[in-house]
């Protein structure tokens, strides 16, 4: 065995050593580049070891010696100097069965996974190892490494090596579900809200800051009311609005207390004492919430964890998650709906909303976590208990055990001194207490007991009578087509036939009257579409001989046994549930069952297992008779006490960090414990069990393999068998680090299936026709696609709307060609073209075939789809800042995913974003929204005031940098670049600085004009290959930039004479290099007004003489389009009177959509003053003046369009292996104190390369204006579609009686123009807070008087604002009416038609903000380090209700204004008067 020195290095110190091992060529004639290697101490056979890739060889490191990076080193405690054993092993033997890997920080979408996959394949990776893909710009960790059963510290990549993404900055909602059980105390003797907060969230909170994990985190309150009451009459007015009805018609009303919304934190122990302070106050002031004096309500109590609203939060939660899409942001990825209860895991639900939210969950990849504080049942859990509408004798309760909900229980460490006994079971209360607990709490001691009864209590009063084990087998005896199963228990042989516990007649204790004929056969609902069941089997389970029953009922009349045995139970179709012990029954495999299996790893009996659920004792031998399978899941953790707190989960602790871990490799066994350090932290590997590889399987453990048909109800994995002495602990890893939804899955329906149950549908695509065509009609040229490349983009397409890719074992069979090994390809396939892929989710199936330049695309569809469910909620919520629980009004449906137009998003990638293929809303396509502001240093101006409104007083003119500014910035965007000449500067150096300080004849800092150099252009090549050719030459030197001013026009100056002075190289406006698709001599239109404007000295006017040249058709649209006039602005124009001989002529596209599409072009509005001197008015509020102005330019615009679209190149800095692009959507127009709007939309990019494209554009707008990110919906009203259900708006009133002697205001003015002064004096109040105008487009509606509604946002991005007039005769308040629940429904979404309309402002927060800038704007010199924020909304809700005698202050200054505008009117009018006499 040879040995080698092993030497370290530290990589980047030295070119030669930058790869993890360094070795010589000579040493090893027979490797090559892309061998593994193993490592390992000659002494330590067993110990770690190491397996690397050679990446490259290195003459450099002399004979005998290898190098490998130190941080390996250290972290498998290799020693330099030391002599070690090398050899190269076979990648198979060390192959991984999964891999997990960590990120942070970004957003890596489903398609970048599945790139990231196959860039991995073929890799040799080890524990901590560092991954940066730069091709993507991902950058990511591994984290967890498993082979046959064992985790282990370094392996090999193959193409079957399942990996598993986990991101350390999700988005999370906690629900903490505030039921009676809250206020009760566990066997320690703590309240369950303290054992959840001081218990289980703060344990959260400290792995979270461990892992230093940044989730994106709400944290919400909830609970459900129920009221005593039999009928709607009994509420008064105010109270109905909200309330619904349950199935026993009971009323109730739910309840949402949002704590936190959207924060990220590094130290979330603060919360921890915020929700102290709810919890004292939250029962109280939600049971009393609807008291007002003198007023009857019904009486209100708690509901328990059973009964409580936990699919509603869920729904909820997906309401948001679904829309991921629309407020995309590149900081996070992952979702995670984490609900909290005190309950032990059983819920009573409606089996409609089951089948909604298994259905949402299970499509939208969403994990959801259910947590419990409770004590662990003896039954399986997660439980869900149909509600039982059906009030026949014989109706059974059904069950359902959600696989797709992951379970946890969490117990605390206390130890009682004089037992370690934890009970599992939770007495009932008797008597008097039970009305409290149980709803409706009538008092009759006939409806206790039946309140006792429908918890299924009776046994406690009747034990004697029941064989209770015949009950059970009787009632839950499998079905004959079930038997097959290996785990099935012996059942016993007893014929005794007893009807369901709760169904006696107890109810109504109408023992004599019974008769057969009452005892209907009744056909159950199928609970889950998942189950199985067999048609024939019609499992009447008579007794023998039925012709006596009425005799048996006379002759024992009055015993209660006679009842007990002859109710027949018929049970059409197939087995209930038996919570006790599921794994009788098994279910149909399906796509759903397996959509998270590639998450779990395989255990060490090669089962898939999830490693929170421990085994209590070690399994024992079999015993005769029993088939009971050893699963042995002794959890990687595992420490032998039932406490699941003392095995803190893996990656948390450090000595118990890897209690399991083997070393890598499956040749060489370690015999002695290993220790091995992991950053600061140190890990055991401990030593492997000996026996776990040489030993074949047990017998009798099934050899669950994705392809058999059946699989366990309980569980995530449908591979564990429940038992009761499984202890279930805490998830911790899925709750620091969520795992994103897998992007392979293994389960594909067989043939007979596939015929049977699904509708087949396809069409070809042939990418090479399509792009030829419309090559010839387009009139920019684009590189078009590959076929492989469309191939491979429509695979991405389908994995980013959730679909996964199914691996198959067998080869798929594919015409000709040689197939590759599986359905997910490498990414350099051999000689073949043939390629094929399958891909699922839900019950749909896409076959993607690639044969030659054909693309073959087969859907399979369910020939029997689930109907469509939608259910209408209604619930109360209370927001932070919010004062009140407002109402809100939500929808849950079920998406039919069979509906998505695939074939369009198909077609649009073929002809690479085609205008005829355009993105339409149905596509759900990316979007990332951005408003442009000016940057204005508020928050220490505001810190000086104390006061908010100091708008515009203090904030300095600067409209001209800020229009210089964002034309720089759509410069950018259009990727343009000027031609320049240093040489014609230095003539012009002095006069330019001369310029410098006389500001207002010319730009303080233009845009890069540079006059014409013929030999130094950059020429602007479009093709994506080429985009960006010299990004670093065209240095930014605009300081000392600016147009030379070197001659005046005389004022009689001829057209022809400015012309020629305009097309001058050096002195003239200064063209963009040539660009394709733009004619060459190209200029903007802003940069010739205002070239114009320095040269004119007398009162021509800049924009008349361009227009005078157009007509003269000395320049033109840049499209060649001669109609369209000059329009001032970023709006190309070039010159028509040029050499069309010279070498870099380039003549127009004389198309003008096509122009359009490729080109922003932006008119400037509401700035002609920076052209041209006007003059100066004195200013008369708009909501005064005689005939007010227009609200925004949509009513002046002679465009009228808001928005235009044009095609965007997304991978400016070429680093994407994937051809990448995207459409940007901007405001057509640009006026200064208004929001500039930019949306850019994607389907075919990757989030980091987009984030990169937007980041380059943040930092080019950065000197007088900036970029912040928005939602699709500010204001997230309720009742709307796509709001987030628990956002709303704060309602802010206006006070509008502040005039003395209770005047009107606006008396003046006629009627019919005082509700629309009313928005202008809202506005105006909005202007002094430095709130901008936002324009949106119309909302059209056909036959309804749509309310005008504007929208503002603060200058610094922070809030919104929306002011709206639903009629033209808007009432004012009652002083009367003090309605809190108004708020919620501020216009008029109340059914009750007696609110007076109040006048008011709606305010919301940006909660695109990062959480570190929006925390970071605390008021210095304020008393408590207040936020800005705030502190804003504070001081305008005293100024809207005239605190200080502030609004009544504004309102005569504005009249003064009035005043003297009206005084210098009459003067100026008096002195032509004089002159004209």
Not at 480 to 492: D, E, G, I, K, N
Not at 728 to 754: E, M, N
Not at 821 to 850: D, M, W
Not at 1265 to 1287: G, H, Q
């Amino acid at each position: 065995m040879k040995l080698y020195k092993l030497n370290t290095h530290t990589r980047g110190c030295n070119k030669s050593y930058d790869a993890d091992l360094v070795m010589n060529l000579k040493d090893h004639p027979n490797a090559n580049v892309g061998d593994v290697v193993e490592i390992y101490a000659p002494d330590e056979e067993n110990g770690t070891h190491l397996l690397l890739q050679i990446t490259e060889f290195n003459g450099s490191c002399g004979r005998d010696v290898i190098s490998i990076e130190s941080g390996i080193a250290i972290a498998f405690k290799m020693r330099s100097y030391s002599n070690v054993v090398m050899r190269i092993v076979n990648p198979a033997d060390v192959a991984l069965d999964s891999i997990e890997i960590t990120f942070k920080d970004q957003y890596m979408g489903r398609s970048e996974m599945w790139r990231l996959k196959t860039y991995l394949t073929d890799t040799c990776v080890y524990v901590n190892k560092k991954i940066d893909y730069n091709d993507m710009q991902i950058r990511c960790q591994v984290y967890e490494m498993w082979s046959q059963g064992e985790r282990v510290a370094s392996g090999v990549i193959t193409e079957d090596t399942k990996i598993v993404f986990r991101s350390s900055t999700s988005m999370v909602y906690l629900f903490l579900q505030m039921s009676s059980e809250m206020w009760d105390f566990d066997i320690h003797g703590d309240l369950y809200f303290e054992k959840a907060v001081n218990g289980f969230l703060t344990e959260l909170f400290q792995k979270w800051r461990k892992l230093s994990c940044n989730h994106e985190v709400t944290i919400v309150l909830f609970s459900r009311t129920f009221y005593a009451a039999k009928s709607l009459d009994e509420f008064p007015e105010h109270m109905r609005d909200c309330l619904q009805q349950d199935y026993k018609g009971r009323f109730y009303e739910d309840f949402y207390r949002v704590a936190i919304q959207n924060e990220r934190c590094d130290d979330w122990c603060t919360v921890l004492g915020q929700l102290r302070k709810l919890f004292t106050s939250y029962q109280a002031t939600v049971l009393r919430y609807h008291e007002r004096e003198n007023m009857e309500i019904p009486p209100a109590t708690n509901s328990s964890a059973t009964q409580g609203n936990f699919l509603e939060v869920l729904n909820i939660s997906l309401n948001t998650f679904e829309k991921h899409y629309l407020d995309r942001t590149f900081d996070r990825t992952g979702q995670l709906s984490v609900v909290i209860t005190p309950g032990v895991g059983v819920f009573s639900v409606d089996r409609e909303l089951t089948n909604i939210t298994k259905q949402r969950i299970i499509d939208n990849g969403v994990g959801s976590d259910l947590v419990c504080v409770g004590e662990q049942p003896l039954h399986a859990v997660p439980l869900l208990k149909f509600h039982n509408k059906d009030t026949t004798l014989t109706s059974a309760d059904d069950y359902s055990l959600p696989h797709w909900i992951n379970l946890s229980f969490y117990s605390t460490n206390k130890k009682i001194a004089y037992s370690s006994f934890i009970p599992r079971i939770k007495l009932p209360l008797f008597g008097s207490q039970l009305t409290l607990h149980d709803g409706v709490g009538e008092g009759e001691g006939e409806e206790n007991e039946r309140h006792f009864l429908s918890c299924n209590q009776s046994e406690y009063k009747h034990n004697s009578l029941f064989d209770y084990d015949a009950y059970d087998e009787q009632i839950f005896q499998p079905l004959p087509a079930q038997s097959t199963c290996s785990l099935q228990r012996v059942v016993r042989a007893k014929k005794t036939s007893v009807p369901s516990l709760e169904t006696y007649a107890y109810r109504n204790n109408d023992w004599e009257n019974l008769t057969p004929t009452q005892i209907p056969a009744m056909r159950r609902k199928m609970s889950d579409p998942d189950i199985h069941h067999g048609t024939s089997a019609m499992l009447a389970a008579l007794q023998p001989d039925t012709t006596n029953l009425s005799e048996s009922l006379a002759s024992e009349k009055n015993s209660r046994r006679a009842i007990v045995s002859i109710a027949p139970i018929v049970r059409p179709g197939r087995a209930l549930i038996n919570p006790f012990d599921p794994s009788q029954v098994t279910i149909k495999l399906t796509s759903n069952r397996r959509r998270w299996t590639h998450i779990f790893p395989k255990g060490p009996t090669g089962v898939l297992i999830q490693q929170h659920h421990y085994q209590a004792v070690p399994a024992k031998p079999n015993q005769p008779g029993q088939q009971r399978p050893l699963q042995q899941i002794q959890s990687i953790c595992q420490s032998g006490s039932n406490n699941n707190n003392d095995q803190e989960d893996y990656g948390c602790d450090s000595g118990e960090q890897y209690d399991r871990v083997s070393s890598h490799t499956l040749i060489s066994k370690s015999a002695s414990s290993q220790s091995f350090v992991m950053g600061d932290e140190k890990i055991d590997f401990f030593k492997r069990r000996q026996n776990s590889l040489m030993n074949p399987l047990p017998a009798n453990v099934p050899n669950l393999t994705a392809t058999q048909a059946k699989s366990y109800l309980w569980g995530a994995t449908g591979e564990q068998e429940w038992t009761p002495a499984i202890t279930t602990g805490v998830d911790w890893k899925s709750l620091t680090i969520p795992a994103c939804l897998p992007i392979t899955t293994d389960y594909f329906p067989d043939k007979r299936s596939l015929n049977n149950d699904y509708v087949i549908s396809d069409y070809t695509l042939l990418p090479d026709d399509v792009n030829h065509d419309y090559a010839q009609s387009r009139a920019v040229y684009r590189k078009p696609l590959s076929t492989e490349e469309v191939c491979k983009e429509i695979v991405s397409q389908r994995l980013a709307q959730g679909f996964q890719l199914i691996v198959v074992d067998e080869k798929p069979p594919t015409a000709g060609g040689c197939s590759s090994a599986s359905a997910v390809l490498p990414v350099k396939p051999p000689c073949e073209t043939n390629k094929e892929y399958l891909l699922s989710i839900g019950r749909i199936f896409h076959k993607i075939s690639l044969s030659g330049s054909v693309i073959t695309v087969t859907g399979y569809r369910p020939r029997h789809p689930y109907p469509p469910i939608n259910v209408d909620y209604r619930y109360r919520f209370h927001a932070p800042q919010h004062e009140t629980y407002e109402i809100s009004g939500v929808n849950f449906t079920t998406e039919k995913l069979e509906n998505f137009n695939w074939n369009h998003m198909d077609l649009y990638i073929c002809t690479r974003g085609d205008v005829d293929y355009p993105l339409m809303e149905s596509l759900k396509y990316w979007r990332y929204r951005m408003y442009l502001l000016p940057r204005e240093n508020i928050v220490s101006k505001i810190a000086s005031c104390q006061r908010c409104d100091i708008f515009p007083d203090v904030t300095a003119d600067n409209t001209r940098e800020q229009v210089e500014d964002f034309v720089r910035l759509i410069e950018a965007v259009s990727k343009l670049k000027r031609q320049y000449a240093r040489k014609a500067r230095q003539h012009d150096t002095p006069r330019i600085t001369e310029k410098h300080h006389n500001q207002l004849n010319s730009p303080q800092q233009s845009i890069n004009v540079r006059p014409k150099l013929e030999n130094g252009r950059i020429p602007r090549i479009f093709p994506a290959t080429d985009a960006a050719a010299a990004p670093g030459i065209a240095a930014r030197d605009d300081q000392d930039d600016g147009f030379p001013v070197d001659i005046k026009f005389s004022p009689n100056a001829t057209l022809p004479e400015i012309f020629e002075a305009m097309k001058h190289p050096v002195n003239g406006v200064g063209f963009f290099s040539q660009t394709q698709s733009l004619p060459s001599c190209t200029f903007v239109s802003y940069d010739a007004l205002m070239w114009l404007k320095t040269r004119l000295n007398n009162g021509r006017h800049p924009l008349d003489l361009l227009e005078a040249m157009r007509k003269e058709r000395m320049i033109c649209h840049a499209s060649g389009d001669w109609k369209k006039p000059v329009v001032p602005g970023f709006v190309f124009y070039y010159v028509v009177q040029q050499d069309k001989n010279a070498k870099d002529y380039a003549p127009p596209l004389d198309d003008y959509s096509a122009f359009v599409n490729e080109w922003l072009e932006i008119e400037f509005q509401g700035c002609s003053f920076l052209w041209h001197d006007e003059p100066v008015t004195t200013p008369v509020p708009n909501f005064l003046r005689d005939s007010p102005a227009p609200q925004s330019w949509t009513e002046t615009s002679s465009n009228k369009r808001v928005y235009r679209q044009s095609h965007l190149e997304i991978d400016v800095n070429q680093k994407s292996d994937r051809m990448e692009w995207g459409h940007v959507k901007h405001h057509t127009v640009l006026q200064p104190r208004f929001a500039f709007e930019i949306v850019v939309e994607w389907v075919t990019s990757s989030g980091p390369i987009v984030a990169d494209l937007i980041g380059g554009w943040m930092r080019k707008a950065n000197q007088f204006n900036f970029l912040v990110s928005v939602p699709a919906d500010p204001m997230a009203e309720p009742f709307t579609k796509k709001s987030d259900p628990l956002r709303g708006p704060i309602f802010i009133p206006l006070c509008t009686t502040f005039l003395p002697n209770g005047a009107t205001l606006f008396d003046e003015f006629p009627e019919e123009s005082r509700a629309d002064r009313m928005l202008f004096l809202q506005e105006a109040i909005l202007g002094k807070f430095g709130f901008l105008p936002c324009v949106l487009e119309k909302k059209y509606s056909v036959g309804k008087d749509l309310p005008k509604e504007y929208q503002y946002v603060h200058c610094t991005g922070n809030m919104f604002a929306l002011i709206r007039c639903a009629t033209n005769n808007y009432q004012v308040e009652s002083p009367i009416l003090k309605e809190a629940n108004v708020t919620r429904c501020v216009y008029g979404h109340t059914n009750n038609t007696n609110v007076p309309k109040k006048v008011g402002f709606l305010w919301a927060w940006n909660h695109m903000i990062p959480n570190k800038k929006w925390k970071a704007q605390t008021i210095n010199n304020s008393a408590d380090g207040e936020l800005f924020q705030l502190k804003m909304l504070k001081d305008f809700r005293e100024f809207c209700s005239n605190s200080d005698q502030r609004l009544s202050t504004f309102w005569t200054q504005s009249q003064e204004l009035k005043r003297r505008a009206q005084k210098f009117e009459n003067n100026n009018n008096n002195t032509e008067e004089v002159k004209l006499k």
